[in-house]
Nanobody, 120 residues
Framework: QVQLVESGGGLVQAGGSLRLSCAASGRTFSRHDMGWFRQAPGKEREFVAAISWSGGSTYYADSVKGRFTISRDNAKSTVYLQMNSLKPEDTAVYYC?????????????WGQGNQVTVSS
């Protein structure tokens, strides 16, 4: 079982950048596809990006394609989300999760999430 702790969020102006990190505990991290998801106020949680266990494949929601980059470091049991050219509509709580069916079906185990706020 993998436990997840997100960090790196905060307040940024539109056009700015942030990098989120998700540190995983457990020895099986490197075997799992991983994903980032987000939930804006009053909205359902939505898929953002996914990365395969090896890092060789990635997949993005259309809304973030070309602006966000997902990556991972299996030696550090960490997955990252580099967010550039941020927009106010990117404001949300961001979560990472284990992906059990590519690219966006998770095991429904969530960390505490990390708030990202983009001001206009």
């Amino acid at each position: 079982q993998v436990q997840l702790v997100e960090s790196g969020g905060g307040l940024v102006q539109a056009g700015g950048s942030l990098r989120l990190s998700c540190a995983a505990s457990g020895r099986t991290f490197s075997r799992h596809d991983m994903g980032w998801f987000r939930q804006a106020p009053g909205k359902e949680r939505e898929f953002v990006a996914a990365i395969s266990w090896s890092g060789g494949s990635t997949y993005y929601a259309d809304s973030v394609k070309g602006r966000f980059t997902i990556s991972r470091d299996n030696a550090k049991s960490t997955v990252y989300l580099q967010m550039n050219s941020l927009k106010p509509e990117d404001t949300a709580v961001y979560y990472c999760a284990v992906v059990i069916r590519w690219p966006s079906v998770t095991d429904d185990r969530w960390g505490q999430g990390n708030q990202v706020t983009v001001s206009s």
